[in-house]
């Protein structure tokens, strides 16, 4: 079974509103230009991806974090 037949065996079940749900995507994906993203526009994502600190906070420090700002946010 190819990819439009497995879409076709998902969509045949769905109701009326959300079928028409996916053929209304299905034709914002088809009006999309096809716009080719730069080189340095990748390294540059994936330079700012690897300096976010995943894994480097515990949950109770992120905890933390999150609290001040609303200690701050909550400040007349």
Not at 3 to 27: G, M, R
Request: no cysteine; charged share 30%.
């Amino acid at each position: 079974m190819n990819i439009a037949e497995t879409i076709y065996q998902h969509v045949k079940i769905l109701p009326t509103d959300k079928a028409l749900e996916v053929l209304h995507f299905i034709e914002f994906l088809e009006s999309k230009t096809d716009k080719a993203i730069e080189p340095s526009v990748n390294i540059e994502m994936l330079q700012f991806l690897q300096s976010l600190p995943i894994g480097q906070r515990s949950d109770v420090e992120i905890d933390a974090g999150f609290q001040a700002l609303r200690d701050e946010w909550d400040r007349p």
